[in-house]
Structures are given as structure tokens and as C-alpha cells.
């Protein structure tokens, strides 16, 4: 089994040349509207534990990395206003080089007959729309796929095991069946490849930074994960 990390909104940088565009949007940029706060965090403090990892720093307000090309919101409300020539310019020098790195390593290692898990390090406010998110930690996967279903209750369990007092909830705060990056995934690749969005609460969030013991308890899951698989 190879284990791929990666992480579509871990940053809120905007390249200079698009600056005007973010002249009224300084303060959406530097919320969770800009990016996953602590994901990028989370995902460094695992990353060692891949076998391939990618991540990205651009803010999901010049263009959703975790968003197909059809999706209505690809390009947020000060995106969408850009010429289609600076559109397809940012899906060239940007979305597609992120999106088909992950894809072509995930065909090499499937061509070769290895089973692989897609792990996308993602964070949620704790609080949308007044509504309060009710959980710690959400593990999102497709239920039809019986390996996915497998990966997600045996990481739910491995967490659970490092600390049996965090709320974890299936497909919670999002479906794992929306559209997303590991969505496309699954179609390009219907066997041998398991994608599972981890989402973590931001509330445990201080200056951009999860918690030690938090990332040391999703940490150790992982490790135990790889450690069955490789004792199958």
C-alpha cells in the first residue's frame, strides 16, 4: 500500500500580478474563506510518513484546487471577473500542474499493481452560519467503496485508540461523494485507489498551528495504518 498526502488549501498566498483583483477581499483572504487554517501544519508534521506528497499555498480565492473544472465556484466572486484568457492562464500555470502531479504518481504506482490512499489534509470552521459544527475530526470517503469504507473505520479506530475523547463523525461536516479532488480521483482510477479527506476542527487552531498532541495523536494513527498494511 502507498500512502499519498496532500493538501489543496493550505495557504492564502495570491501571486503579485493578481493583487488588484483582492483590493476589497484582504479580510475573506485572511479567514477560513482563504484557506484551511492548521492544515498545512498538520499535513508537514505527517508528511514524512508518505510515500509521495504534494501541497499547495495558493488561496482557494484565485482558483478552488479541490473543485473540478465544471464546478460553478472554481473561480470565487473576485476571481470570476478575469478575462477567460487569465482564467486559463491560472488553470495552466497552477491547477493543472497540482492536479496532474498527484494523478500521474498515483497511475505509476497502480500500473504497478500497488493499492493506494489518498489521504487530502483539509480544516473546517467551527461555527458556519451560526450553525455549530458538532464534531472534532471528520473522516469523508465514498460508502460505496467497500475499501474506502475499510481505511476510514480502521483510521476512525487508530484515532479513537490515541484519544478516545475526540468526536469523529463519517462524511461530516461535507459528503465525501461531493465534488472534490479525490471525487475526480476515483473516477480516473476505479480500483486500487482510496481517497479520504481528513478534516479537522479549527477550533484546536492557534495562530495557524494545531495543537502537539492533537497532530501526535493523527500522527501515530497513520503510522499504525501503514504498520497493518504492511503486515497483511
Same mark, same amino acid.
Given at each position: 500500500m502507498k500512502l499519498v498526502f496532500t493538501c489543496e488549501h493550505g495557504g492564502n498566498d495570491i501571486?503579485? *500580478? /493578481? !493583487?488588484d483583483i483582492f483590493n476589497h477581499g484582504f479580510e475573506a483572504l485572511n479567514s477560513h474563506k482563504g484557506l484551511d487554517y492548521g492544515s498545512l501544519d498538520l499535513f508537514n508534521y505527517c508528511e514524512d510518513l508518505s +510515500? !509521495?506528497?504534494?501541497k499547495n499555498s495558493m488561496s482557494r480565492l484565485l482558483i478552488e484546487f479541490n473543485r473540478s473544472l465544471h464546478h460553478p465556484k472554481l473561480f470565487s466572486k473576485y476571481s470570476a471577473s478575469l478575462s477567460e484568457k487569465a482564467k486559463q492562464l491560472i488553470l495552466k500555470d497552477y491547477y493543472k500542474p497540482y492536479r496532474n502531479k498527484v494523478s500521474k504518481k498515483i497511475s505509476q504506482y497502480i500500473e504497478k499493481g500497488e493499492e493506494v490512499v489518498h489521504l487530502s489534509f483539509h480544516s473546517f470552521?467551527?461555527?458556519l452560519n451560526g450553525v455549530i459544527r458538532n464534531t472534532d475530526i471528520g473522516i469523508l470517503y465514498d460508502p460505496s467503496r467497500i475499501s474506502e469504507k475499510k481505511y476510514s473505520h480502521v483510521l476512525k479506530e487508530f484515532l479513537q485508540l490515541e484519544d478516545? +475523547?475526540?468526536?469523529?463523525? /463519517?462524511? /461530516?461536516? /461535507?459528503? @465525501? *461523494?461531493? +465534488? @472534490? !479532488?479525490t471525487t475526480a480521483l476515483r473516477r480516473e482510477f476505479p480500483t486500487l485507489y482510496n481517497g479520504i479527506e481528513l478534516e479537522v476542527n479549527q477550533k484546536f487552531c492557534l495562530n495557524n498551528k494545531f495543537p502537539e498532541p492533537l497532530k501526535k495523536t493523527i500522527f501515530n494513527a497513520l503510522i499504525n495504518i501503514k504498520k497493518k498494511s504492511h503486515n497483511k
Open positions: 501571486p503579485e *500580478k /493578481y !493583487f +510515500d !509521495f506528497s504534494v470552521t467551527p461555527v478516545p +475523547d475526540l468526536h469523529i463523525r /463519517y462524511n /461530516y461536516p /461535507y459528503l @465525501g *461523494k461531493a +465534488d @472534490g !479532488f
